[in-house]
Every structure is written in C-alpha cells, then in structure tokens.
T-cell receptor, first 115, second 117 residues
C-alpha cells in the first residue's frame, strides 16, 4: 500500500518559472490538501479538496493553483515561482464524512528552492 | 479562529526519563486533537488522537496524551524516552463537524525533542 506519493522530492527553479508538484493517493480518500512547511511557522494550508472537481483555498493560496479531476490525484501548480515560495511542500489526505477518524496521511514531501 | 500553541521550541530529556511535550489549543466548540511526529527529511506520521471519551489517549511507540478541557491542553507524554524518539512533534486541532463542510486542521509550530543518551 503506497499511501500518499509526491513527486518530485527535490526541485530547483528560477524566479518566474512554473512547475507542478504531483500528489497521488491510493486509499480512496475524499479529502486532499497541500501544506507548506517553513521554519518557525509550522504547516500552513495552501489549498484543499473535498472531492473530485471541488477545491478551495486555504491560508496561503496566492501564487498556487490546484485541480482535482480524479479522487486519486491532486497536483499543485506554481504559476510564476518566487523566492518566497522556497519551502517544503506536503500533500496529505484523509477520509471524508463525519466519522470518528480524521487523521491525515502525509506524503514524504517536495523540497523546492526558488533562486 | 482556531489556533495551537507549542510553547517550547525544543525539549531535551535524558534517555530513560519521562518526557512531556506541551500543547494548548483554541477552537470553537469541541475539538479533535492530534499529535504527529516528523523524522528528518520525512513526512509527518500520525501518533494519536483525541475524539471523545477517556481523557488519556494511548498511541504509537508508547506515547500517550492527556486531554484537559478546562486548561485547553493536550500534552504528549511518554514514561521512558528512547534516543529513537528524537524528532519534531506537531500538535494539531480540528473542530468537530456539526453539519456538513470541510473542517480545517491547524498545526502548532512544532517542538523538537532531543533525547540524550
């Protein structure tokens, strides 16, 4: 069982370039989300999705786009990279509904450097 | 708005001694509370959660956490620390969903646990 898979693990971009971070989960989870992790700031929510075709903004959405065409995939697009987007990005998923679960399953992270 | 405070950037403890990593939270209504652990260059892994019921929750690797509603705290504990417990620990809160909608998870900034041999 692969869980949540993120690619690439490392990426270096120049300012103004665009790229897509890929995320896939094989647990049939309804909810998926993207976080960025920065020193001293914990994890901050960028975008999230509650199902295929439905996405919404988190705390820090500017400069990022997402789409959810299938239950499994939730790519994060950087439209025009800026040095402030240098960070470690985590994709996470969890079961939806009102059940007594709710813990997040995380990918291994994508470390992005913008020069 | 919901929030999580982890007042200690780093906790140092000798191997074999008990450890506590502190967490307090603020949320509207009743909370779901979580602890996650992150080892270097890895993603976060779920340790334990509080939903309802017994205030003492047991989780993976011998960790437990105590929910205190009056103090709005959810401290992580372990009776005897191991060197392999050295990692970054995150506390997180999510409001219990009353009706429909996505409830966002808010994380603390993390506490680095260093277990000294």
């Amino acid at each position: 069982n692969a869980g949540v898979t993120q690619t690439p693990k490392f990426q270096v971009l120049k300012t103004g370039q665009s790229m897509t971070l890929q995320c896939a989960q094989d647990m049939n989870h309804e909810y998926m989300s993207w976080y960025r992790q920065d020193p001293g700031m914990g994890l901050r929510l960028i975008h999230y999705s509650v199902g295929a075709g439905i996405t919404d903004q988190g705390e820090v959405p500017n400069g990022y786009n997402v789409s959810r065409s299938t239950t499994e995939d939730f790519p994060l697009r950087l439209l025009s990279a800026a040095p402030s987007q240098t960070s470690v990005y985590f994709c996470a998923s969890r079961r939806g509904g009102g059940g007594r679960t709710g813990e997040l399953f995380f990918g291994e992270g994508s470390r992005l450097t913008v020069l | 708005a919901q929030s999580v405070a982890q007042p200690e950037d780093q906790v140092n403890v000798a191997e074999g001694n008990p450890l506590t990593v502190k967490c307090t939270y603020s949320v509207s209504g009743n909370p779901y509370l979580f602890w996650y652990v992150q080892y270097p260059n890895r993603g976060l892994q779920f340790l334990l959660k509080y939903i309802t019921g017994d205030n003492l929750v047991k989780g993976s690797y011998g960790f437990e956490a105590e929910f205190n509603k009056s103090q709005t705290s959810f401290h992580l504990k372990k009776p005897s620390a191991l060197v392999s417990d050295s990692a970054l620990y995150f506390c997180a809160v999510r409001p219990i969903r009353l009706r429909g909608g996505y409830q966002k998870v808010t994380f603390g900034i993390g506490t680095k646990l260093q277990v000294i041999p």
